[in-house]
């Protein structure tokens, strides 16, 4: 019988066509010997070619062609069986590429009603603007003036005949057929006549896809001559009128890509068009979309699962269940879920927790100092007066989200409770949907989960109905009417409503926000804010020990917006914002012209957090390309103005050229890296040994100093980690430390690090896993201690916090506390008899992590 086994501390994994199966086998001997237990594998089905992240799934019952095979899965099993290792799975359960390859969508887009897949996806088939067609926004203009242009167009191919819009391929729906026959009214046309009666006949009979398919193939293999079906295809194609008709027969409607922004009938992930999601509320969809994933369980090929976007599903707590009943309670199973502060799972979720999010948050700002991240707040503040308040560009930015780009899905909510009757004729439809806006925009969580018995759920309601009023007193009719839906346990619409709160707030906050508010760029991060809030460190692990102790600890992911070494950087700004200060008045003088002046700071800062003995201007530019069409403020992705786009990365590349730039530069980020790298090294230590699994994103054990995605995703050289990690663990005393000192700019040290403390947590899995968390006084407040303790077990953590001050505290140790200790990365051994002195601690490496001597 299979036992419970959770990781002792993951390693994120992103597949591509550049990094396979094969790659990982290579890989896993140096996982291993670092102290890794668990391959954290991003989405490995099938998706569109070429996908980067895998997370366009286009047949979650089949493994990724581009990186590997069954077989190649079952060999990784073997060699991490050898190794004592397991394999964690990111599951993609909310939604499907909008392509070809996904062939269950494009079954319906063939046979409509009668596909076995009508109602897997989330499509609201009586939406009064499509009229029983599934919305396809994939044109560059309208579908009436690409038919003139000649660029909607009839093919035929061995699986059938299709419409094209260049590269794009969509199926000819069988509805078509009948127009496609008046065309053939010569009698030497019979056997296309035939074929496509035939073809009608095998669609229309309740066929499965995969006999529909071979079907369709058959028949069209049987066609003696081509020439005549080439013939019928070039005739349609020279008539524009008939090619009108034909597009309107189909069970989609082909529409400009934009004008999903305003009108849309299936829910997105997100705003992404090419992104569909699934009604994965149905049993009957539950069922499909993970036969194959529970096979590979079985199979003790996967022993985890992560699920993503766990938000968008309509009824969360029913799919968990669902899941937990299928895989059983020994399977390992996270969620990603991104927990607003003072925000915590639902308890009824059968989860061993998050991906991680809140605890990258709680360690960002433990390290950063709060006084100095107020100063560059302030001064901010001075820089740019006109800069609205953080709380009210959020505000505004979710508007702005709602009204440009998510339109049709407010629109639909509106229609939703007439439909639902909630609403009649008597409710004015501007003010009801203001009222559901407004809630949206207030909401101060990603969502909630009505029905669930979420004991913050009313209080949660509440302020967001306190801060809608403070808005807009105007609607307060529909406000009411809306509130008193909550009180009412109107679950239909709120449930629904709550699958677009989230896609909301990611659009309104992570992805323009964060590009538009750059006080100290560093908080603006997936999980966190740029609010300044000192932390109580030792509260929040306490409770998170009591409450989910097996969740990820993570400081890097495939979203995170920058590198979790250049934003450690960042924050040692705070250590030095008068300086700061001084050297941006310098460089506004010397650099110029520049561009916008909140642009022009945040380019600074993200120099600042990506410089790694030099900066890749190239890397630089597009990242910030990239971060001010997100930003939405003077160019975007919908209408980019690429002459301002020019202008920056313009400025980037004189700037970086530019001597009396770099010679400030150079030696202040020198400065900062002097206190970085021993915070970078505290960030490191507390992920493994707080409560909670560590988790490890590719590559980042050496400095990160990665822009947002796509540039988090390049290639890790793991030839030079590999023989950094053999160089360094053949090494002790005196020679060690020679070799981390000449190694610091490296980042060798965190990779030392990295392994003494995951080794650590291997040989005492249960001190980490279930020991309490105490948290130690400490004498002097730039330092942070804490023990963990599992029956006679012990280890102790101290770190210093940012600060310029010398580190001169001491360390009360709690009653019956061992009197010997083994600093596991100086090697030394200490004897305490009721403290320990920070400094003595501390002397040899930056952070510590000790044992009893006699282990």
Known sequence: MRSYNPPTATYRIQFHAGFTFKQLKELIPYLHKSGISTIYASPIFKATPGSLHGYDVTNPHVINPEIGTIEELREIHQLLEQHDMTWLQDIVPNHMAYHADNTRLYDVLERGPLSPYYAYFDIDWHHPDFAGKLMAPFLGKPLEACIVDHEIKLAVTPAGFTLNYYQQVFPLSVAAYDLISEQLSDSDALPLLNLLSALYQRATAGTSLEDWSNQKMQLMAGVKDMSMLRALVEKVNNDTELLSKISEKQYYQLTCWSDADQAINYRRFFTVNELITLRMETQEVFNEYHTFLHSLY?????????????????????????????????????????????ESLPREWALQGTSGYEFLSFTNHLLCKTEGEQELHNYYQRLLPDMDKYEDVVLQKKRLILERYMGGEHQNLVRLCYTLKLADARVNRDLLKEAIGLFMICLPVYRLYPGSGDVSLEEQVASTFTRMRSLNRSAESAILLLEQWWEQDKLPFLMRLMQFTGPLTAKGVEDTAFYVFNALISHNEVGDSPVTTPVNFHQLMIVRQQQTPHALNTTATHDTKRGEDGRIRLNMLSLFPREWEELITQWREINQPAPLLNDEYFIYQSIISGYNGGIAVERLQQYIVKALREGKVNTSWASPDEGYEQNATDFIERILGNKAFLGTLVPFIEKLDSYAYTSSLAQTLLKIAAPGIPDIYQGTELWDYSYVDPDNRRPVDYGLRTKLLDEVTALSGPALFEYLAGHRKQGVEKLYLIYKALHCRKYFPNLFLEGDYLPLQVSAPNVLAFARVYRQEWAIVIIPLPDQQPMFGSILLPMGAPVRWKNIFSEEVIKAKGSLGADVVLKKFPVALLIPENI
């Open 298 to 342: 079985r199979e003790n090929l996967v022993q985890g699962l992560r699920i993503d976007h766990i938000d968008g599903l309509q009824d969360p707590g029913t799919y968990i269940e669902r899941l937990r009943q299928l895989f059983g309670s020994h399977c390992y199973i996270i969620a990603e879920k991104i927990l607003e502060a003072n």
